[in-house]
Structures are given as structure tokens and as C-alpha cells.
């Protein structure tokens, strides 16, 4: 949890750990179409995001691979682990016959922007969002 709170934007949506979070954490690991992928460094968590395979209609009926809350610690940012993390995300879409792997990333994240386009994803669709509470 403490990648959450490890960079300005999500520290001003995500506090501390507690209930909510547990709950969260445990109904998307008991989610077969969800899996939460840890990386570790030396015993030290360094890493994270969650991969989602959704079903669709569109593309033939193809299932697709969508990438979330992809986290590096900041003290270790710029060593390849975010690519290397990426990467294991399209092979496991892959051996799952997705499609298509998707990512959604904050207009405020830059850098998360240029790192994306320089794996080959294109910022092909605008997201939106409501907020309902």
C-alpha cells in the first residue's frame, strides 16, 4: 500500500492503509479475471499494478488486457523495472489470448505518458470519468 502513497497525485487521493483498502484487495484477488502483481527487490516490494481481462463484443468478441495502478518505488524508478513489468504484462495478455492490452494514465503524468508511447502504446482514445460520491 505504501506505493500508493509514493508520488504526489495519488498521495492526494490515496491515504493510509486500512478496511477500505483490505476489502478492495481482497474481492480483486478472489476476482479469477484479476490478478495483482508484486515485484520484490532484495525481500523489498518495488513494485506493483493489477492486470484485468475483460471480455468484449468489439474486435471480433476478443477478450482484453487492461493494465492498472502500475506503481514503482521512487528509489528505484529509471532501472527498467517498470519496462521489465510491462513487458510480463503483454506476455501474460498474450498467453491468456488477448488481443489487446489497455492502460488508462493521468493527464497530469508526463513522464508515465513518454515511458508508455516508448514501449509502443499510442494514446489512441480520450477517457472520461463521473464521479458518483
Known amino acids: ?5 509514493d508520488d504526489p497525485i495519488s498521495a492526494s487521493r490515496d491515504t493510509v492503509p486500512g478496511l477500505d483498502y ?3 484487495f481482497a474481492a480483486i484477488d478472489a476476482d479469477p479475471r484479476n490478478e495483482l502483481i508484486v515485484v520484490e527487490s532484495d ?14 463484443l468489439s ?24 519496462g521489465k513489468m510491462m513487458q510480463w504484462a503483454a506476455d501474460r ?16 503524468r508526463t513522464d508515465a505518458h513518454r515511458f508508455y508511447s516508448s514501449l509502443g ?13
Open 1 to 5: 500500500m505504501a506505493l500508493l502513497v
Open 22 to 24: 483490505d476489502v478492495a
Open 43 to 56: 525481500g523489498e516490494i518495488v513494485g506493483t499494478m493489477q492486470l484485468t481481462f475483460i471480455p468484449g
Open 59 to 82: 474486435r471480433r468478441g476478443a477478450e482484453r488486457a487492461q493494465v492498472e495502478g502500475v506503481r514503482v518505488s521512487s528509489a528505484h524508478r529509471s532501472q527498467g523495472i517498470g
Open 93 to 108: 495478455a498474450r498467453e491468456r489470448g488477448c488481443t489487446l492490452l489497455q492502460l488508462t494514465s493521468d493527464k497530469a
Open 121 to 133: 502504446y499510442e494514446a489512441s482514445h480520450e477517457g472520461f470519468k463521473l464521479r458518483l460520491n
